[in-house]
């Protein structure tokens, strides 16, 4: 843990934050319920990007695609 401070450090992140992050109970629920909530829609690898945190779009796609998926959860927010 102490090298990945130093790494967030060198990236220029405060250290002692990143250290009581790294182990909080606080910040492994958060983590637990990220990954809870990317098994709901549809995660199953890497990359993954995901829109207006509903729509995901799995593995390196063209642009075209990306710009879809983004058009789709914009529509899908103004319908809401």
Do not use: N, W, Y
């Amino acid at each position: 843990m102490d090298i990945l401070a130093d790494v967030a450090a060198d990236a220029g992140m405060d250290r002692d934050m990143v250290l009581k992050r790294l182990v909080s109970d606080e910040a492994k629920r958060e983590t637990s319920a990220e990954v809870a909530r990317a098994h709901e829609i549809g995660v199953t690898g890497v990359p993954c990007f995901i829109f207006d945190r509903k729509i995901a779009v799995m593995g390196a796609q063209p642009a075209q695609h990306l710009a879809e998926a983004m058009h789709e959860a914009l529509r899908q927010k103004m319908a809401a």
